[in-house]
């Protein structure tokens, strides 16, 4: 029995699905049918029933989930131990990111991260709240930052700061917003993060309003949201620096009824707080983000 192919047999459990398991864990369908055959042929059990609607976990498969777990949570606190023996932390770490650089102090990261922790390699990966959240349930992300409330259990989120957004529109809808209400202004053509949770929080807070009511003019990344505004899509937010910046240029007008925030965390799963690698990104942040 190899440890790959209790990660594949949990995995598939949890995916419920062969293709969502093997993408998740970065290998081919085929392989991941082998690992879970040659697992039930050494064990000499059935783990799944296979159907039309994926896998579902045979009731010898259910007993058999958590102490599978068990073995890999055992051998992650084995690897953890020898990294706190050698007393350095070495290795990838994988960091979602949900904004822009400047906000999220990447430059002062990197440094005290190269200063304190050198064989550290942080690795940025561009994403949404949304998925870093689901990313750190998976593994697929070791830490990462999220927007607004944390919704899974076993989240553990280091709160940072609040970020600020305003709500801006093209230049030639000025005088369709100046004295717009905040329904009103909910309903006009948006232009909305790919992923809309961002979106939907504020618009919760703020305005009462679900997404489900918005007028989704485009969807786009966080990179092209404020040119799609700029250029006249529709309405959208944008970060309160870069948006009174875009204002002054007279590249946008700015609805400034409300003031918008969310706060920013700082992310990892509970069960890997004691992981020497997510100790440091945690002293790390503490460092760059202590109050002046």
């Not at 939907?200 to 003019?217: P, V, Y």
């Not at 309160?240 to 910046?245: I, L, T, Y």
């Not at 925030?261 to 890997?272: G, I, M, P, V, Y």
């Amino acid at each position: 029995m190899e440890l790959y192919q209790l990660r594949t047999f949990v995995t598939v459990a949890e995916e419920k699905h062969l293709t969502r398991a093997a993408k998740r864990l970065h290998t081919s369908q085929p392989s991941v049918s082998a690992h879970i055959k040659a697992l039930e042929e050494e064990l000499g059990i059935s783990l799944f029933e296979r159907s039309k609607k994926g896998m579902g976990l045979t009731d010898q498969g259910a007993l058999m989930l958590d102490k599978a777990r068990t073995v890999l949570d055992s051998t992650s606190e084995l690897l953890n131990q020898a990294e706190k023996i050698k007393g350095e932390p070495v290795g990838g770490v994988k960091i979602g990111m949900n904004l822009c650089p400047e906000t999220l102090r990447i430059t002062r990261l990197f440094e005290q991260a190269r200063t304190a922790y050198p064989k550290l390699t942080l690795k940025l990966i561009q994403s949404s709240s949304h998925q870093v959240e689901q990313n750190l349930k998976t593994g697929e992300f070791d830490c990462g930052y999220i927007l607004g409330t944390v919704s899974s259990p076993g989240i553990r989120a280091r709160f940072l700061r609040s970020v600020e957004f305003m709500v801006a529109a093209p230049v030639a809808w000025k005088q369709r917003i100046e004295n717009a209400d905040a329904r009103e202004i909910a309903t006009l053509p948006w232009v909305v993060h790919t992923q809309g949770c961002r979106l939907d929080m504020i618009l919760e807070k703020h305005f009462g309003l679900g997404n489900q009511n918005l007028i989704r003019a485009v969807e786009a990344d966080d990179e092209t949201m404020s040119q799609l505004v700029m250029a006249g899509a529709g309405i959208g937010l944008m970060y309160r620096d870069e948006a009174e910046a875009a204002e002054k240029q007279g590249r946008v007008a700015l609805w400034r009824e409300v003031t918008l925030s969310l706060d920013l965390f700082f992310a990892c799963l509970e069960t890997r707080s004691d992981d020497p690698k997510i100790e440091a990104m945690l002293k790390v942040h503490d460092a760059v983000w202590q109050p002046s």
